[in-house]
């Protein structure tokens, strides 16, 4: 299943035209992992928000047909934007001379998880789990804040029994948020280029940046990321650039589909094990609340994956024996 791109030894790989926006992909070591893998089709990476548009031009083949929560009408991404934005930062396909690059050339589950005025609440966030779950997505992103996130933890511990891991944003508050105890939802806050947590000051003077507190699991580019934006015109045709940890979460998300395209054989908690094992720590040394384990390593992820497999084992070994397992308590609860 090892992947050896012929592309990838020519000098203008990838050939996407706004590829150079993206200060995040060398960052996180994406051409790296696309010598292994440009992404498998057959990973299956469900985006619960308000839809996605079926006509972008870099999500032709990527879209599977979209469903919807338990009485909701499914919405086709044209009113709010948000579930295009999400998508395109997942699985922008690669390399074909159109726009930006996801993660990878994944299939896309868009379940909309929104009221066609695009507010949601959390049963209905709920009830996308479980939909995507029973689907076969093997990895879920939500880019919404919820009111009631035990709900949504039960629906990804169902998940998760079947194997299916769910990334969540952390939010953009840019406050401490003092919340513990949702160990099947996997929250990932925002980082900048300069690997600092994204915080920012907005026109008003009031601020915004990623959420972050002991509930804080792994951190991701969320920063000036390209995304494809059905708004037409602006300077950059139907591309844009977003900040929100709306789009950390499914570059974490993407990378655990990168780990499945290599490796489908894995388990859920043995791809959390290297997500958490071989992301970057930042700020103090350890875990922390503003990182989580870290920033998300893509590249040191594969290199974990590949050599021998008897490197993943020991990793997964080593981070059992410092408490990381779904099965632990929260405070180590990966
Ligand atoms: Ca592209
Ligand atoms: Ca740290």
Do not use: H, K, V
């Given at each position: 299943m090892l992947l050896v791109a012929g592309?990838?030894?020519?000098?203008?790989?990838?050939?996407?035209?706004?590829?150079?926006?993206?200060?995040?992909a060398p960052l996180l070591g994406l051409p790296k992992a696309w010598n292994y893998t440009?992404?498998?089709?057959?990973v299956v990476v469900a985006v619960l928000d308000t839809g996605v548009m079926a006509d972008t031009p870099d999500l032709q083949g990527r879209l599977l047909p979209p469903i919807a929560a338990e009485g909701l009408p499914v919405l086709d991404g044209t009113t709010h934007h948000h579930g295009t934005w999400v998508a395109s930062t997942l699985a922008?396909?690669?390399?074909?001379?159109?726009g930006g690059a996801g993660l990878g050339n994944f299939k896309v589950l868009p379940v909309t998880v929104t009221a066609p005025d695009g507010s949601n609440v959390s049963e209905d966030v709920a009830s996308g789990i479980y939909k995507a779950a029973d689907a076969g997505a093997r990895v879920i992103n939500i880019s919404h804040s919820v009111w009631d996130y035990a709900v949504l933890d039960t629906a990804a511990a169902y998940a998760r029994g079947k194997g299916v891991i769910t990334f969540i944003a952390a939010g953009n508050s840019d406050m401490y948020v003092d919340m513990t105890g949702y160990p099947n939802l996997i929250f990932v806050s925002a980082t900048d280029s300069g690997d600092h947590r994204w915080s920012e000051a907005k026109s008003d003077g009031t601020r915004i940046g990623s959420s972050y507190g002991p509930y804080v699991d792994l951190a991701a580019p969320g920063d000036n990321i390209l995304v494809a934006d059905?708004?037409?015109?602006t300077d950059m045709d139907r591309y844009g650039l977003v900040h929100g940890t709306s789009f950390a979460s499914p570059m974490a998300a993407g990378a655990a589909a990168l780990a499945w395209s290599i490796r489908p054989d894995l388990t859920a908690d043995q791809v959390l094990a290297l997500l958490c094992g071989t992301a970057k720590d930042l700020g103090?040394?350890?875990?922390?609340?503003?990182f989580g384990y870290g920033r998300i390593d893509v590249g040191a992820m594969v290199d974990a994956l590949t050599p021998e497999p008897a490197t993943l084992a020991l990793l997964a070994a080593g981070l059992a024996a410092v408490g990381?397992?779904?099965?632990?308590p929260r405070q180590a609860a990966l």
């Open positions: 592309a990838a030894c020519a000098q203008s790989f990838p050939n996407d035209p706004y590829y150079g926006y993206e200060w995040y440009l992404g498998s089709p057959d922008m396909t690669i390399d074909n001379l159109i059905p708004l037409p015109p103090p040394l350890g875990r922390d609340d503003e990381i397992g779904r099965r632990q």
